[in-house]
T-cell receptor, first 117, second 113 residues
Framework: AQKVTQAQTEISVVEKEDVTLDCVYE???????LFWYKQPPSGELVFLIR??????QNEISGRYSWNFQKSTSSFNFTITASQVVDSAVYFC??????????????FGTGTRLTVIP | DVKVTQSSRYLVKRTGEKVFLECVQD?????MFWYRQDPGLGLRLIYF???????EKGDIPEGYSVSREKKERFSLILESASTNQTSMYLC????????????FGSGTQLSVL
């Protein structure tokens, strides 16, 4: 069975601090995809990144970076030099390859990040 | 820019009412989805559709039905609303080729009294 765990329910940081959002997943499939979505106060989830299970290279996009470690089944998300605009709920999600076409994402419960000015 | 529009941001209904939640996307996406979002539970898939007139049950379809008569429109129907259906409802769409890259609407906060 698939499972995505985001143990941090809420995190508060002061602006310019770095923050890491944790995501741990469970799957029996060898081919799967991992995602992060951001939900700002407006409510509209925004796609951030998609990684497949064969690509363990870390990725950096501006102040955002993602650390994928198969050995620990984790796909953590780090925001460097946080800004108030980063305040949002962040969701980690998993999709297994056998369900491709069914397009079914399993979402974690989300982490609410508050960046204090 | 892809736009997914949900007809109402806030909706208040009474128990037993039939409720329609409408969603329209303007980018010719094949796939459309309805999720509900509840505190501590994340997003749970209710129904999805990968083509006109096609629908598939998600994880929690009980008490809901859907309609997709046109490619751009996906409606969620609560046949007889109950208080446990009070929730945030999110519509999303995606291309067949990049299915998991979802584009979401802003959500409808439904309160059933």
């Amino acid at each position: 069975a698939q499972k995505v765990t985001q143990a941090q329910t809420e995190i508060s940081v002061v602006e310019k601090e770095d923050v890491t959002l944790d995501c741990v997943y469970e799957t029996r499939d060898t081919t799967y995809y991992l995602f992060w979505y951001k939900q700002p106060p407006s409510g509209e989830l925004v796609f951030l990144i998609r990684r497949n299970s064969f690509d363990e290279q870390n990725e950096i996009s501006g102040r955002y970076s993602w650390n994928f470690q198969k050995s620990t089944s984790s796909f953590n998300f780090t925001i460097t030099a946080s800004q108030v605009v980063d305040s949002a709920v962040y969701f980690c999600a998993l999709s297994e390859a056998w369900m491709a076409g069914a397009n079914n994402l399993f979402f974690g419960t989300g982490t609410r990040l508050t960046v204090i000015p | 820019d892809v736009k997914v529009t949900q007809s109402s941001r806030y909706l208040v209904k009474r128990t037993g009412e039939k409720v329609f939640l409408e969603c329209v996307q303007d980018m010719d996406h094949e796939n459309m989805f309805w999720y509900r979002q509840d505190p501590g539970l994340g997003l749970r898939l209710i129904y999805f559709s990968y083509d006109v007139k096609m629908k598939e049950k998600g994880d929690i379809p009980e008490g809901y039905s859907v309609s997709r008569e046109k490619k751009e429109r996906f409606s969620l129907i609560l046949e007889s609303a109950s208080t446990n259906q009070t929730s945030m409802y999110l519509c999303a769409s995606s291309l067949r080729e990049t299915g998991e890259k979802l584009f979401f609407g802003s959500g409808t906060q439904l309160s059933v009294l």
